[in-house]
């Protein structure tokens, strides 16, 4: 299993993954913003996010009243979470703090309401070990009574091993830039690894710009894949007791066709 920076997911690897990341439609329009948002709403206290990036949770978790610390090993995707923050009130600033650090190893005075890893944030951990260190970190940040809350996607069997997924496949063209350049996407396997449950994933950005020049560049990354009764496992194993899993941000039971797996624990004991 390799470890090494890609680790986490090569975020900060080249500057333009961080420059893009609120480019994309399916970020930002991704149907989890308003799960995270209650979620912080109802806990009697402050939140901790694992993995913020940018920010496109944080600032509206911020927004709504709550206190909210985003950590993140990505220098460069804190700065744009940075950048984004000096055009927002004092209040909302006021009640935000970004702390570079790895989710799998990382100790923070004040305890918390609410952990949420959002995003498939965890996916970007590959080894078991470091895995379970993460979970014990959180475990360790829990207020008395507080919530954890992981999701990652459910795997469909054919992005296993279909070799159909190693072509492109465009998933957006034609969203506008800066200085009148456009952005497209697309996306790629370049290896699968069941062996070791994780793809080498390729998201290809293709830049044109005013003059018709354009440039293609690589995020490249390992990505882990993960079964439901595996994540459960791990959260025993880490000191907690699952109480709600769920296949979708509408709170809907996991199912078969679910598109996500999303686990919400406690404190176990
Ligand atoms: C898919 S982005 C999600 C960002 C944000 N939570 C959102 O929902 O838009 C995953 C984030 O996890 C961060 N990340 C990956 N591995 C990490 C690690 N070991 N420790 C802390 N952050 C990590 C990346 O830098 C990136 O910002």
């Known amino acids: 299993m390799r470890t090494s920076p890609h680790d986490a997911g090569g975020y900060d690897s080249r500057s333009f993954v961080a420059e893009f990341y609120d480019f994309v439609p399916a970020y930002s329009n991704r149907p989890d913003a308003a799960f995270y948002l209650d979620l912080a709403r109802a806990a009697a206290g402050a939140t901790l996010e694992l993995g913020c990036g940018t920010g496109r949770l944080l600032i509206p978790i911020a927004r709504a009243g709550v206190e909210i610390v985003g950590l993140d090993r990505s220098q460069a995707m804190l700065q744009r979470c940075r950048q984004k923050l000096e055009t927002e009130s004092e209040a909302v600033r006021s009640r935000t703090q970004l702390v570079n650090g790895d989710m799998t190893d990382f100790e923070l005075k004040q305890r918390f309401q609410l952990v949420i890893a959002p995003f498939r944030c965890f996916q970007h951990v590959l080894a078991v070990e470091r895995q379970i260190a993460c979970l014990r970190c959180v475990r360790r940040q829990l207020a008395a009574g507080g919530t954890f809350v992981l999701d990652v996607f459910q ?22 830039l800066s200085g009148g350049r456009t952005l497209k996407r697309t996306f790629r396997t ?12 390729e998201l290809i950005y293709y830049v044109t ?22 994540v459960e496992h791990l959260l025993a194993r880490s000191g907690f007791a699952v109480e709600d899993v769920f296949g979708d941000y509408d709170r809907s039971p ?16």
Do not use: W
């Open 155 to 176: 795997v469909q069997a054919a992005r296993m091993h279909d070799t159909a997924f190693m072509q492109e496949s465009v998933e957006f063209e034609g969203v506008a």
């Open 190 to 201: 370049a290896a699968f690894h069941r062996g070791e449950q994780y793809n080498d994933c």
């Open 209 to 230: 710009k005013p003059d018709g020049g354009s440039e293609r560049l690589v995020h490249a990354f390992p990505l882990r894949y993960f079964f439901r009764y595996e």
């Open 254 to 269: 996991l199912a078969d066709d679910s598109p996500e797996m999303i686990f919400v624990a406690k404190a176990a004991g």
